[in-house]
């Protein structure tokens, strides 16, 4: 029995009915019903509109309540001061779902917004999901279900498409049918009031029939949901982006358009490069990756290896790669002497592979199966122009055969068009991507294998808090807490550099004085030479207003310094607060490289770490690489590999390398302040100084603001950090000691494994068949959690030196936000030895402090010893009015 995702009466729906059904044939009403019919839908339509008794055959009544059958989904196309009345018509006759088509919106100002919000509410009230409003609605091929407005349907196949543009949904589908490709699921989201693009995802995640996921995207509401359901897809399957609103007056328009939140572009990229998703730019890049994916094409890494009849478009192909980081493959000795033996002494002896204006067919073959035979080839970019003695046709048939038994992609490039015509209609027929240049060639190749290249950032749950000589919390808190209380948002120097202590980052000292004779006690109490710097909460770059010396010497320096700053800030910002100056030992670093490390706080996806280089250059030079916190040590490498100041931190000119583990100190460290500081808006240290021995953190300004209380200490934060603070020991009554533990992605192999030693009968129980093994979306759903709405514990002992589990709980937040679904399993050894009930007291716990109001189970009726077992916890069990053979559960949580 397969267990129903929750949004099953929307994409899998036994019943339709439309309301607004007409027989005038422009009405959407219409559309949708000619649509239903001619994609042969599987199950009941009915159509509602009381000026008809029937609409194109379908019967027809006066009221959604008149049906004569509880409707799963029902599609509503009438104008939008009607949409409220029928949402609550549903709701009293007892709908799951409902497609909003109708505009007049959010997207039309605050009265749209108003009747938005209320009609949201009415389907909260009746436990109706909603899709749209604003929307072009679902398909389902495989199940005939075409519950849109569009003159173009969709063929049955793999992809599933999300979409908050219906319009782009119709352009795909038009272009996909004649070229063959198909799809799971087309969702068309609108205004995503209810719905929205997590949910889906999460449909499509343990959608069987769904194995590649293209979406397009305005804008997100909710950044948590949506990551976690990315980083779950994006585990198992590929997910192509396209992302638009990468300008602010871009922004502002799908603003208007859709009414979300696009927020700053870089950010979103850091975040789809997290997540593991491939980003594509134009449709054209959309169409060849659908195409590729249709195809099967699945590279394993980003070291490609051109083959070409023409030194000119290799070396173009070759420039393009390097334009994208896509690294040219470095043949192997053995790849070295295939291709000596089979090519001519005049080919290029390197990568690309030039086999010369004469090459044939049999040359053609040789060359391109040695390099697909490589060890150090991810990838195979054949290229041909239309040469004398070369068969255009003839090669490419020659490529289709090798490509059939190849273990890596291949991807072709015929150049021309009258000649080469015939050779790309056989890629096309055998479902090899083809391309007229060699750009988008290459291209195509980065964007899916940067699938795979993303999938160690994706495998990354830090914790809150590294195992790292722990953090003052609680003294960086006070210090925020008493600038708050003074009505302060911005930390002075001191404050700012307390912060950074608090989180062991080493600091340069600073004081503050206000007056010359105190700059002077306080320079000689540093030790000379000094460097002052004007502190005011008013001024952010300090050297452009005249606020900073350097290098003062002598204590004559410092009073004159003094004088000189006061009256040159006062002359360059009138209006600026001024607390004195700050004094700071002249930090003398002759191999220092001066970066830049900064958080601030995006609008979609809260704080983000910026790195880039420092000192006077940070504003010129915008060119900072972002990630989402939190980080651990491989994500904080990659950061730094990431950025383009990363050439300067080796060996430089005459200068050593830095002492890179103090630089990633810093930024672990300033994760954990991102984490457990949310009253942080906006940080930056700079510069901070690394050289060969270690890092500094110069100067240092801080932003903070007011939090309400939540629930989720990390509710900032569009990642959830790994909850390390979750995991305990217990002693079972035979002594043995047991881990219990929140999962992790990389936990995978061991719940497969646990699986796989369970008894036929606790299978049954647990999963309701008797499964070998867990399918691999499943498995990703099981392990990819978000820790927020959703937990899983593991208990593990430990055995000839690894990890086994012995048992498993874990609960789901429903869609209503108040309630919970557990489920639990426990090893056949180890049952009757109290785990479940430490592992139940622990998932219970856990949920009540979330504060979630009720736990609920779904139980076999016949499970017997399960009914008793949760009645001994407090559940209260009753009989499932749709299903004989279970039982429900429900524990209330909160006094």
């Known amino acids: 029995m397969k267990e129903k995702h929750y949004l099953s009466p929307l994409l899998e729906p036994k019943s339709v009915g439309v309301i607004g059904a007409s027989q005038r044939e422009t009405s959407l009403g219409n559309v949708v019903i000619r649509n239903m019919q001619n994609a042969g839908f599987r199950g009941r339509l009915f159509a509602v509109n009381p000026k008809h008794e029937s609409v194109l055959g379908v019967p027809c009544y006066k009221s959604v309540e008149d049906v004569p059958h509880r409707l799963d989904l029902v599609v509503i196309a009438v104008p939008a001061s009607q949409v ?38 009415a389907a909260r009230r009746y436990r109706i999901r909603l899709l749209g409003p604003n929307c072009l609605g679902i398909m389902r091929p495989v199940l005939g279900l075409n519950a849109t407005f569009a003159h173009v349907s969709a063929i049955k196949g793999t992809i599933g498409l999300i979409s908050q543009s219906g319009a782009l949904c119709t352009s795909i589908l038009d272009w996909a049918e004649p070229n063959n490709i198909g799809f799971s699921a087309v969702v068309s989201l609108g205004s995503s009031s209810d719905i929205d693009f997590g949910e889906v995802l999460e449909y499509m995640i343990s959608d069987p029939r769904t194995e590649s996921i293209i979406m397009y995207v305005e804008g997100i509401r909710d950044a948590r949901r949506f990551m976690s359901a990315l980083r779950g897809a994006a585990r198992v399957k590929p997910v192509l982006l396209i992302k638009v609103g990468r300008h602010p007056d871009v922004s502002r328009a799908i603003r208007s358009h859709s009414g979300s939140m696009s927020g700053n572009d870089a950010v979103f990229d850091a975040a789809l490069r997290r997540a593991g998703v491939i980003r594509l730019y134009n449709m054209g890049q959309l169409f060849a990756a659908a195409n590729a994916l249709f195809s099967h094409f699945r590279p394993r890494g980003n070291r490609l290896a051109i083959v070409t009849n023409g030194g000119g478009p290799g070396v173009m192909a070759a420039d393009r790669a390097a334009d994208l980081g896509i690294p040219l493959s470095e043949f192997s000795d053995g790849t070295m002497e ?13 990568n690309p592979v030039d086999v010369l204006g004469d090459a044939d067919v049999e040359r053609y073959r040789k060359a391109v199966q040695a390099v697909l035979e490589g060890p150090n080839v991810d990838g195979v970019l054949v290229m041909l122009t239309p040469q004398a003695n070369t068969d255009p046709t003839a090669v490419a048939e020659a490529v289709v055969e090798l490509e059939k038994t190849a273990d890596k992609p291949v991807v072709t490039c015929w150049m021309g068009e009258q000649l080469v015509g015939p050779g790309r209609k056989v890629f096309e027929a055998a479902g090899i991507p083809t391309f007229r240049t060699p750009e988008p060639a290459v291209e195509l190749f980065s964007h899916l294998s940067a699938y795979y290249r993303n999938q160690k950032l994706l495998m990354q749950t830090p914790a809150s808090l590294s195992h790292l000589n722990p953090p003052s919390v609680e003294s960086a808190r006070l210090v925020i807490e008493t600038a708050l209380a003074e009505r302060r948002k911005v930390l002075n120097s001191m404050e700012s550099k307390a912060l950074l202590a608090a989180f062991r980052i080493p600091i340069a000292q600073t004081v503050v004085a206000r007056s010359a004779t105190e700059a002077m006690v306080l320079a000689e109490e540093i030790g000379l030479p000094v460097v002052m710097k004007i502190d005011s909460p008013s001024i952010i770059h300090k050297a452009d207003s005249g606020g900073v010396r350097l290098n003062l010497g002598s204590l004559a320096a410092v009073r004159t310094a003094y004088q000189e700053i006061l009256e040159e800030v006062r002359k360059n910002k009138p209006a600026a607060t001024i607390n004195g100056v700050a004094i700071e030992p002249m930090i003398l670093k002759r191999n220092g490289r001066e970066l830049v490390v900064g958080v601030k706080r995006d609008a979609v996806f809260g704080p983000v770490i910026t790195f880039g280089e420092g000192g006077n250059r940070v504003v010129a030079n915008r060119d900072m690489e972002i990630a989402l916190p939190p980080l651990n040590h491989y994500l904080v490498r990659d950061l730094i590999k990431s950025s383009r100041v990363s050439m300067l931190l080796g060996e430089f000119r005459t200068m050593p390398p830095v002492k890179m583990e103090s630089l990633e100190f810093v930024l672990l460290r300033v994760s954990e302040m991102v984490c457990e500081l949310p009253w942080i808006t906006e940080l930056e240290i700079n510069p901070l100084i690394v ?24 509710a900032h934060m569009a990642i959830h950090p790994y909850p390390s603070q979750l995991i305990t020991k217990w002693t079972s009554l035979d002594g043995t000691e047991v881990t219990i533990r929140p999962i992790k992605p990389e936990d995978a192999e061991l719940e497969v494994e646990f699986v796989r030693t369970l008894s036929a009968e606790t299978k049954y129980y647990r999963f309701m068949n008797t499964m070998r093994e867990l399918p691999p979306a499943m498995v990703a759903r099981l392990t990819q959690i978000d820790y927020d709405r959703e937990m899983a514990f593991l208990a593990t002992i430990p055995e000839d030196g690894k990890e086994i589990e012995i048992g498993v709980c874990r609960y789901a937040v429903n869609p209503d936000g108040e309630s919970c679904e557990f ?42 010893r399960m009914l008793k077992f949760v009645q001994g916890l407090g559940f209260t069990l009753s009989n499932d009015p749709e299903d004989s053979t279970v039982k429900i559960g429900v524990l209330p949580l909160q006094d």
Not at 84 to 105: P, Y
Not at 338 to 350: E, F, Q
């Open 338 to 350: 295939k291709l000596n033996a089979a090519l001519p002494a005049g080919w290029s002896h390197g």
């Open 823 to 864: 489920a639990i399993v426990v090893a056949d050894a180890w049952q009757r030895h109290g785990l479940a009930r430490k592992l139940m007291g622990i998932l219970i716990e856990t949920a009540r402090n979330k504060g979630i109001m009720y736990m609920n189970g779904v139980f076999l009726a016949n499970n017997e």
């Open 691 to 714: 050289d060969e021995n270690g890092a500094v953190a110069v100067d240092a300004r801080v932003t903070v603001e007011n939090v309400s209380p939540s629930v989720d200490r990390y």
């Open 84 to 121: 409220l009345s029928v949402v609550e018509s549903c709701g009293r006759a007892g709908v799951k779902a409902v497609i909003i088509m109708s505009t007049g919106f959010s997207e039309t100002g605050p009265r749209g917004a108003l009747l938005e919000r209320h009609v949201v509410e």
